[in-house]
Each structure stands twice: as structure tokens, then as C-alpha cells.
């Protein structure tokens, strides 16, 4: 048996009726697994945890990427132990709706000596009053605790929880289990598909089962409507469509954006340009991206080639008055040209150098010659222009040993720069 609550309810739990599976549910919905038998890819955790195959548990947080199976195994759980098992979605519902949801399973058990199980979904989004409210009933036993994430449960749950809870980590499902998964969908479904179709299924499901069925649920419809098999071509463009990953403020946004730096910086103009693409397909914000050229051109590419960093701006500045499809140009342009450039980080290491020198002085003086209103009787500056060269030597910055900061490459520009800055300061360079 099994009750779910939500911010939306327009009754109280105790009165929520029992989950129906319609035709119309999503497949992953209707072919979710009721038995350990059905339930396929996470074996090792049955081996960690024998006692799980027969509903005997300590309350648990289920931890793991997205369609591992998570809920069905609460429900896997709840049904071996034959306890009512309530369900709770984090994100819909508040303190209020909490507590209404454990009073009806305190009812139940009071009532009918029926135990119960409260599973909420994704219950790293509970703020702390949220997981402050299930501590004394979690305490005392008044029902059992199975909780779901996709986040860890170390940074994301409390102590006070997390110290009355199991931890349970569910791995990505493979190639192998997915297609298990989608073989005993089909039998369920008695129709067929090649075993083209559940290769390319399994291979753009990224180890999520959901999404598999969600994949194989086009075919299902497509059966039904004409009595054939979807053409592979066919299903294949609408997999991958949807079947590209990208978020733009998790792992994979800073993964892809790390890619995209290193490959510049590795001089490979071909997977710097993948990546871009990549950002692009996936909604990534042009002008994030600009903006990162903008760095990249001073710390990666810096006086090795100083055209970079105003190809750079330019290329921001036409990404923010342009926009998109047309500013994709722009940005290939600077991808490609930075990326294959010669490169120095020279300049980035002296910002670094010195900055990290000046936090450990105490105030660093000006010394008297340079300063806008020199004091009389002080040294003179000394005017560089007026000098052969345009160049005259004399200190300008007042410390005991002279600092050097500024080291340049024999790479692109930068190697002038050096042999020029040697002739000027032979004891430095």
C-alpha cells in the first residue's frame, strides 16, 4: 500500500487514496519493479546489505545520481516488510504538510498496529526546521525513515539526521543493466525491437533507467499508433535530442567549461571547439563564456601574443551586441584563434608573485623621486624621454633587494620583450 503527499493535496494524508497505475502513466511508472528479482544493477548493495531482501532496515538515506532506482527500491522495502509506505517530495512540500503527513502514519499505527515508512524525495532540499521536525519521531521508532538524494549526504543533511541514518550509495546503472531493464519492459509490453534499438538506447541513457524507458516509450507509442517497429533513423534523431546532458549551474557546467579552458590552453583549436559547441547546445550564456576568453587571453596567452586579448574583447563585446544564433561566430573565432596561439602565462604569474610578496611586507613607500609632490631637498626624477633610448636607470620601488616578478618566455612576442628588458636591466634578466 503506499500514499503520497504534496504541497497540493487538497486533503489530509490520512485521507489520500492509495497510487493507481493508469495505461496512460509514464512506462517507467507502470514497469516499475515490485520484487528484488525485477530490480536489476544494484547487486552490490544487496551483498553489503543482505538484510535490505527481506525489509529489515535501520533508517536510510539512498544516495545516487538520478533513475538508479532510488524509489523503487523504498518501495522494494516497504513491500517485503508490509508496512504502509507514505510519500514526500522535499521540493512541494512544507513543515506543515510534514507533520500532517507523520500524524497519519502515528494515527495508523495507534489505530490499526499498522507501521509505517515516510520516504521523501530528495531530501537534501529540506532546510534545517524541515529535518529538525522528523529527529524525535526518527529517535523514538515511530516510523521508519528512507530518505533519497542525488546529493551527498554529508554536506547536505545535518549531523543531528545524518547520525539516526544509513547511508546507501547507489551507483550509475551500466550498459548491461539498462538493457536488462528495457528486455523485461518489452516483455511486459509484448512487442520487439532490434537489437540495434537497445544498444543505442543503452549505450544514450547515461546509466539512467528512467530516461531508457522514457527513450523506449517513443517506440511503445509509435507501436501502438501504426502496429511497427519506429524506424531506427527515425527514433535515433529523436533520442538524441533529448538524450544531450548540460546544466548550467551544477558538475557538468563546470566540468565542460574546465574542458574548454584546458583544451585552449593545450593548443587543440579542434576540442576547444567542441566543447564550445557543446556550452552552446546546451543554453550555456554566451557572454559567460566571452567573458572567460577575455581571462584566458592575459593569463594563458598574455605577452606571447598581445593581439589576443583585444581579439578577446572584441570578440565580448560583439557576443553582447550581437547575441545569439549569429554570436556562435564570434566566439569560434576567438576559441580558435586563442586556443591555436602561442601561449605564456608569465604575466598571470606575476600578479601572482606579487601580490603574494606585497601581503607579507608592511607598507610598501614610495620613494620621494616618484611621488607627485616630492619633498624638497629629495632626489631628482629623472625624465626617461629625455635620455638616449628613451630609457634612463633608477630605482622605482624602495625595498632592500630588487624583486623580480616578471619573467618572460622566449615564446612569440614575448621573447623581444625579454631581450629587450636584458639590455635594459642586465642584473635582473
Known amino acids: 500500500m503506499q500514499n503520497q503527499m504534496g504541497l497540493f493535496d487538497s486533503e489530509t494524508p490520512k485521507a489520500v487514496k492509495s497510487e493507481t497505475i493508469s495505461s496512460k502513466s509514464p512506462l ?63 521540493v512541494l512540500g512544507g513543515v506543515a504538510d510534514l507533520k500532517k503527513l507523520i500524524s497519519s ?73 539498462i538493457k536488462s531493464i528495457l528486455e523485461r519492459a518489452l516483455e511486459k509490453l509484448s512487442i520487439k525491437v532490434s537489437e540495434e534499438v537497445l544498444d543505442f538506447i543503452s549505450d544514450h541513457s547515461s546509466g539512467d533507467a528512467r530516461r531508457a524507458l522514457n527513450m523506449l516509450e517513443i517506440v511503445e507509442k509509435e507501436y501502438a499508433l501504426s502496429g511497427e517497429e519506429m ?27 574546465s574542458a574548454f ?40 596567452v598574455g605577452n606571447a601574443d598581445p593581439s589576443a586579448l583585444p581579439l578577446a574583447v572584441a570578440a ?23 586556443a591555436a596561439t602561442v601561449k605564456s602565462n608569465a604575466a598571470y604569474q606575476a ?6 610578496w606585497v601581503t607579507e611586507q608592511s607598507t610598501v613607500e614610495v620613494p620621494d623621486h616618484l611621488k607627485n609632490f616630492p619633498p624638497q631637498g629629495s632626489k631628482k626624477y629623472l625624465y626617461p624621454h629625455s635620455y638616449e633610448g628613451h630609457f634612463v636607470p633608477q630605482d622605482y620601488v624602495k625595498t632592500k633587494d630588487k624583486q623580480v616578478f616578471y619573467e618572460p618566455t622566449e615564446i612569440g612576442r614575448e621573447k623581444n620583450i625579454r631581450e629587450r628588458l636584458k639590455g635594459l636591466w642586465p642584473d635582473r634578466y
Open 231 to 257: 524506424a531506427f533513423d527515425q527514433l535515433k534523431a529523436q533520442i538524441l535530442e533529448n538524450a544531450r546532458n548540460y546544466d548550467r549551474n551544477q558538475d557538468r557546467h563546470y566540468d565542460v567549461i
Open 261 to 300: 579552458i584546458k583544451s585552449m590552453r593545450g593548443s587543440d583549436p579542434d576540442a576547444a571547439i567542441t566543447w564550445l559547441a557543446v556550452m552552446l547546445d546546451g543554453g550555456e550564456d554566451p557572454v559567460f563564456i566571452a567573458r572567460r576568453l577575455v581571462i584566458f587571453a592575459s593569463e594563458d
Open 105 to 177: 502514519a502515528m494515527e495508523m499505527k495507534e489505530k490499526h498496529a499498522i507501521e509505517s515508512i515516510i520516504f521523501i524525495d530528495e531530501i537534501h532540499r529540506f532546510n534545517k526546521a524541515q529535518q529538525d521536525a522528523l529527529l524525535p519521531y526518527v529517535e523514538k521508532g515511530d516510523f521508519g525513515l528512507i530518505g533519497a538524494t542525488t546529493e551527498n549526504p554529508r554536506s547536505s543533511i545535518n549531523r543531528a539526521l545524518l547520525s539516526r541514518v544509513g547511508i546507501v550509495e547507489l551507483k550509475a546503472l551500466t550498459q548491461e543493466n
Open 316 to 338: 565580448l563585446s560583439a557576443v553582447q551586441s550581437i547575441g545569439m544564433p549569429e554570436a556562435r561566430i564570434n566566439l569560434a573565432q576567438a576559441v580558435t584563434y586563442l
Open 351 to 356: 600578479i601572482g608573485s606579487a601580490m603574494s
Open 28 to 90: 517507467a511508472y507502470r514497469i516499475r519493479p515490485n520484487s528484488i528479482e525485477d530490480y536489476f544493477g544494484q547487486e552490490e548493495v544487496f551483498k553489503r546489505y543482505p538484510r535490505l531482501k527481506d525489509g529489515h532496515f535501520q533508517n536510510l538515506i539512498l544516495w545516487g545520481p538520478p533513475g538508479v532506482g532510488k524509489t523503487t527500491l523504498a518501495q522494494i522495502i516497504a513491500n517485503k516488510s508490509g508496512k504502509e509506505l507514505y510519500r514526500f517530495n522535499a
